[in-house]
């Protein structure tokens, strides 16, 4: 990362059956939630959540809230990081 910031971990999983049929926003968004639930010590602590994907950065956007368009599992999913820094 050119900033000075790098990562203190990696990690991965495979998805399950009903995983592999999510459309490609709601996957990357589960391995946003997975990492935060694993890695669950950084709760309470600021950190950075870095993607790529920028329909998922204007859903869970903390400036924009959550769209009533959302399907309930992306609101499922804000609410959830909602609690974090």
């Known amino acids: 990362m050119d900033d000075g910031n790098r990562p203190i971990a990696f990690a991965s999983r495979t998805l399950y059956k009903t995983e592999e049929r999510y459309s490609q926003l ?6 946003i939630l997975w990492v935060v639930k694993k ?6 602590r600021h950190f950075t959540i870095v993607t790529d994907h920028q329909p998922l950065k204007y859903i869970f956007s903390p400036d924009k809230g959550i769209p009533a368009m959302s399907v309930a599992r992306q609101q499922r999913y804000a609410v959830f990081l ?4």
């Open 26 to 31: 709601d996957k990357e968004a589960l391995a």
């Open 82 to 85: 909602s609690g974090l820094d």
């Open 39 to 44: 890695f669950f010590y950084l709760c309470g």
